[in-house]
């Protein structure tokens, strides 16, 4: 009897001990374990938000790929119809030139015609009038023969006017159709003048828009790259606080991850959702987006939201797998009626950005980037500082 209570003394002074000496190297690690989580959170803000900025110049840049093509497009409308235009302007061209030549063959057969009638009218004049008559009179056989050829001689000398008066007429129309060629002409030099200062336009729109899509294209490419070495660095903090995890002495772990249950009370499906986590506890790791496959239930690897919705799932209760969406299924409650199974929210990289099961005594159960699925203070601390005041409830 006596040796059993000395075992049990010695247990107590050292577990004294580790109150004592160990403690506070736990707090070491856990402020810098919270350290690197409050790190890790403004690094997967600041990458949320340059995603936000990647998409926006996605979408503008769509934009701007649609604008040059429709500018594209317009300029090769622009040069066909310039091309038509051309084509156009040559074929009237040659149309008047065509028209000149007619007006010159006018012309030519109109000057020879008054230089025969010059001639007649010459003739005529220095006879006395008389020697067109005296020819048909001399050279006619019969009475029948001298009317004909009186009819003959006014019918030639009308025929020499109205053959004047037709080629006047043709030359005059052909002068008409001249002058509409030639109206046409000018108005098809203007259209030219008009669609090749539209096009340098167009051009000029078009360089314009290439410079604002290399702007953003180089842009885009600083935003992806800052991305990237957000990643990294935040890839870094997680390896960082793996090792932290793995480095833990099981004194430290079973303080850090708060295994024991004592003093959660807790029944009915309450009691069933808060020791869905228990076998995870101090073997199970942090993994955004997981918790929602079979494998990652299996291995433990479960990010804050979607461990609430696995343990809720245990009780045959459905609920999303995103704080976004936790926080407003059930009702609300306030934090001084808050009872075990109601999820508690804290404002870490965003509001609402991270959720937990209360569990009882200022406690919650969740699963947080430094230790994956733990019993977590929220009466002091880094999680009190983090208490967002939001609290549902979905049980009963």
């Not at 340059?50 to 300029?75: G, H, M, T, Y």
């Not at 129309?173 to 002409?185: F, G, H």
Request: net charge negative; hydrophobic share 40%; aromatic share 6%.
């Amino acid at each position: 009897m006596l040796k059993k209570k000395l075992i049990i003394l010695n247990l107590s002074i050292a577990v004294g001990l580790a109150s004592t000496i160990a403690i506070p190297n736990v707090q070491a690690e856990t402020s810098r374990e919270t350290q690197i989580q409050q790190e890790r959170s403004q690094i997967q803000a600041k990458i949320s938000e340059a995603e936000k900025v990647i998409a926006e110049a996605d979408k503008e840049l769509k934009e701007l790929n649609e604008q040059v093509e429709r500018v594209d497009q317009a300029i090769k409308d622009n040069q066909q119809k310039i091309e038509d235009t051309k084509k156009k302007i040559e074929t009237t061209k040659a149309e008047i030139a065509k028209l000149e030549e007619e007006i010159v063959a006018l012309e030519k057969s109109i000057e020879k015609r008054l230089d025969i009638l010059k001639e007649r009218a010459q003739s005529f004049q220095q006879s006395g009038g008389e020697i067109s008559y005296l020819e048909v009179i001399f050279g006619s056989k019969s009475f029948n023969d001298f009317v004909n050829r009186v009819f003959a001689v006014n019918t030639i000398v009308q025929a020499d006017e109205d053959l004047l008066n037709d080629l006047e007429e043709d030359k005059a129309a052909v002068k008409e159709k001249q002058d509409s060629v030639k109206k046409k002409l000018e108005d098809l030099n203007s259209m030219m003048t008009e669609l090749e200062g539209m096009q340098a336009q167009i051009l000029e729109q078009k360089e314009q828009n290439e410079a604002l899509k290399q702007d953003l294209l180089d842009q885009q490419e600083k935003n992806e790259a800052l991305k990237a070495a957000l990643e990294r660095k935040d890839a870094n903090l997680a390896s960082e606080l793996e090792s932290f995890q793995a480095s833990k002495s099981p004194l430290v772990k079973a303080y850090s991850t708060s295994a024991n249950f004592s003093n959660v009370s807790a029944s009915g499906s309450a009691a069933t959702v808060i020791n869905a986590g228990r076998k995870y506890i101090g073997n199970s790791v942090y993994d955004f987006g997981g918790g929602r496959t079979a494998s990652d239930i299996a291995n433990g690897r479960f990010d804050c939201s979607g461990f609430v919705s696995y343990a809720f799932s245990q009780a045959g209760i459905s609920v999303p797998a995103s704080t976004s969406s936790l926080v407003g299924v059930g009702r609300a409650v306030s934090p001084s009626a808050m009872k075990p199974g109601d999820m508690v929210f804290f404002n870490t990289y965003k509001t609402n950005g991270h959720v937990g099961i209360y569990v009882g005594g200022g406690r919650f159960i969740g699963s947080q980037s430094s230790t994956g699925v733990a019993i977590a203070n929220m009466s002091s601390g880094y999680w009190a500082n983090h208490f967002s005041g939001v609290v549902r409830r979905v049980l009963n």
